[in-house]
């Protein structure tokens, strides 16, 4: 089987060896938790509880009429005790719904459909009543992908597997634990958006799921004869960036300023395919969280499925074991993209694949020093940009060459930032200057329609 890659990226410690290993633990024990209100990519979604409302798990608690939305529901049955602003994984303050257990079991999710059997209006609207976003990474509502424009057919539908941030391994799990879901998501979107092709994008360090997944795609070709294989990729950062992956699997190259789907493909991650599933066979909205536990500052590394909301300290004691006075740092997702937080506080998200205490070997902090034009930012980078021109562009404050360089086309992924010798904070400051971009071409658009 061939290895499949892209120019560019960085292999950094993969440290996932703590918790591969680990089956996935469903938690049933919170009591109380903080749902977040916005917690996908799009507009902003109102509740349509109040305080003092009964819920139960998997009841639809807020939702919006706008396209780029998807509902959130209750992850545990009991009362809605205040509807206020919380920290979140952004170290921004949002809205978000408190709920308090009540104790009872009850739920109300949606009924069974079939998926193959319904309309294409059906499943849109089933999945986003499901209330799925892309769980492996920016939350981007899921049926807005399966629902591109007439003049944009779809030929390939590609199973993010990468799983490519250090420590993190829930998506290993997931495959290894629930390989027929995954594969029968992967059915359900490519019979949606009509695909030819379905592809299996699995890094080279979990070769040993190859026979999982083939047994899973023969289970499911014997009724229904899709076509899906299996590209095995080099294990590299960052490995599982959609447009990474497109070029990896397909050889096409995704156009600056362009999505997925202008050159015919939709990426989903495994963990969204799940859930897709899920919503179908069993008419489960998103409730629980997926993610790893990890880190050196953590003596119980765990894979486990939480109810989304909860607060990463309840967790701690009942759940996992922390060494605090070894916590140098708490990341929320993988280290590489994940921001950092002030406090174990902030509650999980439907996006949340990795919570991180990390000691202080792994949050290692050097000094800023200057840039000596070795290059070595530029080889990393796995956009072609040149991260150094960039950053001297930005610090002079010159916002059209910044663009002119490509400073919009920067995923964010950090392989510069980890490769340079000055130990410059070059994806901080990109962030940063793609804000003062958009935030200059706002002014500009404004002034042009006066």
Not at 268 to 294: H, M, P
Not at 368 to 378: A, K, P, V, Y
Not at 432 to 441: A, D, E, T
């Amino acid at each position: 089987m061939r290895k499949a890659t892209f120019k560019g990226g960085i292999h950094p410690p993969e440290n996932k060896e703590l918790s591969a290993h680990i089956p996935i633990e469903q938690v049933n024990s919170i009591k109380k938790v903080v749902i977040p209100l916005n917690q996908h990519f799009g507009a902003p979604i109102k509740p349509l509880v109040a305080v003092g409302d009964t819920v139960k798990r998997g009841q639809k608690i807020a939702d919006s009429q706008d396209r780029m939305t998807v509902p959130l529901h209750a992850s545990i049955s009991g009362t809605v005790k205040k509807i206020e602003a919380h920290l979140l994984v952004n170290n921004m303050e949002g809205p978000a719904i408190f709920i308090e257990s009540n104790d009872s079991n009850e739920e109300e999710f949606l009924p069974i459909l079939d998926p193959f059997a319904c309309s294409k209006d059906e499943a849109i609207a089933r999945i986003r009543e499901a209330g799925i976003i892309g769980i492996g990474g920016a939350g981007f509502p899921a049926y807005v992908k399966l629902a591109p424009p007439p003049d944009k057919p779809i030929e390939y539908v590609i199973a993010n597997a990468a799983e490519c941030e250090p420590y993190l391994t829930i998506d290993e799990r997931t495959m290894e634990e629930s390989p027929d879901d995954v594969v029968d998501g992967l059915t359900i979107a490519m019979h949606i958006v009509k695909a030819k092709h379905g592809i299996i994008g699995l890094e080279d360090n979990k070769q040993h799921l190859v026979p999982i997944l083939e047994k899973a795609i023969e289970r499911k070709n014997t009724s229904l004869g899709f076509d899906i294989k299996i590209v095995l990729l080099k294990t590299k950062y960052p490995q599982g960036g959609e447009k990474m992956l497109i070029t990896a699997v397909t050889g096409r190259e995704v156009p600056s300023g362009k999505l997925p789907m202008d050159v015919a493909c939709v990426v989903s991650n495994v963990g969204t395919l799940k859930a897709i599933s899920e919503a179908f066979r069993k008419g489960r909205t998103v409730v629980d969280t997926a993610l790893t536990v990890s880190g050196r500052a953590c003596s119980t590394p765990k894979n486990l499925f939480v109810p989304v909301g909860t607060v990463v300290q309840d967790l701690i004691g009942s759940v996992i074991e922390v060494k605090e006075n070894e916590v140098c740092r708490i990341v929320m997702g993988g280290p590489m993209m994940g921001p950092a937080v002030p406090s174990a506080v902030v509650p999980l998200q439907k996006n949340t694949s990795g919570v991180l205490f990390l000691n202080a070997d792994e949050a290692q902090h050097y000094a800023e020093g200057s840039c000596i034009r070795c290059g070595r930012c530029m080889r990393a980078c796995s956009c072609r940009l040149s991260p150094a021109l960039l950053n001297r562009a930005l610090s002079i404050n010159d916002l059209d060459e910044a663009v002119a360089i490509g400073v919009l086309d920067c995923i964010e992924c950090g392989s510069c930032s980890f490769v340079c010798p000055a130990h410059i904070q070059l994806v901080q400051r990109f962030r940063i200057g793609k804000q003062r971009v958009r935030i200059k071409m706002q002014k500009e658009a404004q002034r042009a329609t006066k």
